[in-house]
């Protein structure tokens, strides 16, 4: 079959390797769609993976092929992309996120981008027939976006600031006016971006490059402030940004993977005390039988309360990645995802 395969840092090919021989707890996977998220640019041309050569790819969705459980047969199905050991104290309170010593697809062992892969059958989420497989490939990022949208802690008619506008803040967004927030601020640094959020709904999205950040925030919020902020960049600068938005006694949420140290101002930090703020955290999605925001991403596709499609900008097949991952690399366009597709 044929793949994307990293060999070393800078060196993805597309190859030829033998389609899997699934093991007794897993099913192959015929993958339909996969995206390319922002962590595979650093992934492939900075960082690589944890050892070479591996297929790269998390965020996917396809049709079951093979499988010892014959009723699993041509399901639909998105996947959990994270193999917990199932062992530690993590694990046996369903915190898989947190597991000791996971594994991971498309990093730690062999992901999407390929005609096939084998997959644990415990990480499947199944599709209802009415979501399209480009849609389903977006369950990762849309279950990351509830997670940390859960963690804001907003409620109707408060105010949302998020910093950094992609998918997953696009979603956060759509959640957000979906549980009646009075005003949902986005932020970014370009016209295209601010120019596309608009387009998709939110008329509060600004350049902070071109208008004062604190003056707009101030003028939506009677000089409060807004009651929380998700921080989606991995900066100090926005990081800063959201400390100075927030109001006395709101959240931010931590969700940036950092590009590099983060140091704050003297100032900057004086605001997490004197406003007695919450700073939180947040990374991946929870996937068990006590909170499952798979299942709740599902159930938000099928009820028109988040639309993953609108956000999805370019659509490629695997030969064509030199295009795909060029066109991410050196931000030659604008995009939001970026996806493959298998026909």
């Given at each position: 079959m044929k793949a994307l395969n990293l060999y070393s840092v800078g060196d993805l090919r597309y190859d030829d390797?033998?389609?899997?021989?699934?093991?007794?707890?897993?099913?192959?996977?015929?993958?339909?769609?996969?995206?390319?998220?922002?962590?595979?640019?650093?992934?492939?041309f900075e960082k690589g993976t944890y050892?070479?050569?591996?297929?790269?790819?998390?965020?996917?969705?396809?049709?079951?092929?093979?499988?010892?459980?014959?009723?699993?047969?041509?399901?639909?199905?998105?996947?959990?992309?994270?193999?917990?050991?199932?062992?530690?104290?993590?694990?046996?309170?369903?915190k898989y996120a947190q597991c000791d010593n996971y594994d991971y697809y498309g990093s730690r062992r062999n992901g999407a981008m390929s005609e096939y892969l084998a997959v644990k059958e415990n990480n499947l989420v199944f599709i209802p027939d009415g979501i399209s497989y480009d849609a389903a490939a977006m369950c990762e990022p849309?279950?990351?976006?509830?997670?940390?949208?859960?963690?804001?802690?907003?409620?109707?008619?408060?105010?949302?600031?998020?910093?950094?506008?992609?998918?997953?803040?696009m979603i956060i967004a759509q959640l957000a006016r979906a549980a009646g927030l009075k005003n949902i601020i986005l932020v970014a640094r370009s016209d295209e971006r601010v120019k596309f959020a608009q387009k998709m709904g939110f008329p509060f999205s600004i350049n902070t490059l071109k208008k004062d950040l604190n003056k707009f925030v101030d003028s939506l919020t009677n000089n409060k402030g807004v009651d929380?902020?998700?921080?989606?960049?991995?900066?100090?600068?926005?990081?800063?940004?959201?400390?100075?938005?927030?109001?006395?006694?709101?959240?931010?949420?931590?969700?940036?993977?950092?590009?590099?140290?983060?140091?704050?101002?003297?100032?900057?930090?004086?605001?997490?005390?004197?406003?007695?703020?919450?700073?939180?955290?947040?990374?991946?999605?929870?996937?068990?039988?006590?909170?499952?925001?798979?299942?709740?991403?599902?159930?938000?596709?099928?009820?028109?309360?988040?639309?993953?499609?609108?956000?999805?900008t370019h659509r490629f097949t695997l030969q064509e990645y030199q295009n795909a991952f060029s066109l991410m690399k050196e931000k030659k366009e604008f995009y939001c995802k970026v996806m493959f597709i298998n026909k």
């Open positions: 390797i033998p389609i899997p021989v699934i093991k007794d707890d897993e099913v192959l996977l015929k993958i339909k769609a996969v995206g390319i998220c922002g962590s595979d640019i650093p992934r492939v050892h070479f050569p591996t297929v790269i790819g998390h965020e996917f969705a396809g049709k079951v092929v093979k499988a010892h459980n014959r009723v699993l047969l041509n399901k639909k199905a998105a996947v959990f992309p994270l193999i917990p050991c199932g062992k530690c104290a993590a694990c046996k309170t369903g849309a279950s990351v976006a509830l997670h940390a949208f859960k963690k804001t802690r907003v409620v109707k008619n408060d105010a949302l600031l998020i910093w950094g506008i992609g998918p997953i803040a929380a902020c998700v921080e989606g960049t991995g900066t100090a600068s926005s990081l800063e940004g959201c400390l100075s938005c927030v109001k006395n006694f709101g959240t931010i949420v931590a969700m940036g993977n950092p590009v590099g140290s983060i140091e704050l101002s003297q100032q900057a930090y004086w605001k997490i005390l004197r406003k007695e703020l919450s700073l939180v955290g947040t990374w991946n999605s929870n996937f068990n039988n006590m909170e499952n925001d798979w299942k709740e991403v599902i159930s938000a596709i099928s009820e028109n309360i988040i639309q993953l499609e609108p956000l999805i």
